[in-house]
Nanobody, 121 residues
Framework: QVQLVESGGGLVVAVGSMRLSCPAS????????MAWTRQSPGKQPELLAR???????NYADSVKGRFTISRDNAKNTVFLQMNSLKPEDTAVYYC???????????????WGQGTQVTVSS
């Protein structure tokens, strides 16, 4: 079993910064990729940033230049540094990991429970 637990959300004033963390724990043979997605009420989920092992990160246009995804491979942890936050960034933020839990298995997508980020104007 694999668990992802996001932390670091909360309330921040516009143009401020916030850093989200998400460690993956449990049965992890290989961690293929980690990503951050957000969802606001009444809107579709939005993939913000994805970091695949050995590749450059990909970002949604809405956060490019403001958000940075990074990973601590030793701790199987993904981070999302969010700068110049705007009220429209308010959402529940989820981390996602594509993991091979045991040798010989295919990669499986796992999700955290989400953390609320609220940006006030």
């Amino acid at each position: 079993q694999v668990q992802l637990v996001e932390s670091g959300g909360g309330l921040v004033v516009a143009v401020g910064s916030m850093r989200l963390s998400c460690p993956a724990s449990g049965s992890i043979f290989r961690l293929i990729a980690m990503a951050w997605t957000r969802q606001s009420p009444g809107k579709q989920p939005e993939l913000l940033a994805r970091l695949t092992s050995g590749a450059m990160p990909n970002y949604a246009d809405s956060v490019k230049g403001r958000f940075t995804i990074s990973r601590d491979n030793a701790k199987n942890t993904v981070f999302l540094q969010m700068n110049s936050l705007k009220p429209e960034d308010t959402a529940v933020y989820y981390c996602n990991a594509q993991i091979v839990p045991v040798w010989g298995m295919l990669g499986i997508d796992y999700w955290g429970q989400g953390t609320q980020v609220t940006v006030s104007s």
